[in-house]
Nanobody
Framework: QFELVESGGGLVQPGGSLRLSCTVS????????IGWFRQAPGKEREGVSC????????NYADSVNGRFTVSRDNANKIVYLQMDSLKPEDTAIYYC??????????????????????WGQGTQVTVSS
């Protein structure tokens, strides 16, 4: 079982940047992909990005592709989500999550909530002038 803790959220102006961190503990960290999700007020939670266990394969939602970058530091068990060119519509609570070890993070595989069983508590990101 994983414990995931997000940090780095806050208030930023449109066009600005934030970097979220997801600190993970769990015995099978080295073999697990990690995903990022977000939930805006009144909307369903949506998949934002994922990264495979080695960091060599990633996937992004169309709405963030080219603006967000996911990476991981396996030595310190941290996954990052660098968010650039932020827009008001990026305002949401952002969660990191761990899927089943067999989950395959790939640009061809949708990032779906039901594939992820362990979740952090979330961190608020607000993009506003």
């Amino acid at each position: 079982q994983f414990e995931l803790v997000e940090s780095g959220g806050g208030l930023v102006q449109p066009g600005g940047s934030l970097r979220l961190s997801c600190t993970v503990s769990g015995a099978t960290w080295d073999y697990n992909a990690i995903g990022w999700f977000r939930q805006a007020p009144g909307k369903e939670r949506e998949g934002v990005s994922c990264i495979d266990s080695s960091g060599g394969r990633t996937n992004y939602a169309d709405s963030v592709n080219g603006r967000f970058t996911v990476s991981r530091d396996n030595a310190n068990k941290i996954v990052y989500l660098q968010m650039d060119s932020l827009k008001p519509e990026d305002t949401a609570i952002y969660y990191c999550a761990a899927p089943d070890p067999m989950y395959y993070c790939s640009p061809d595989v949708p990032i779906l909530e039901h594939d992820f069983g362990s979740w952090g508590q979330g961190t608020q990101v607000t993009v506003s002038s």
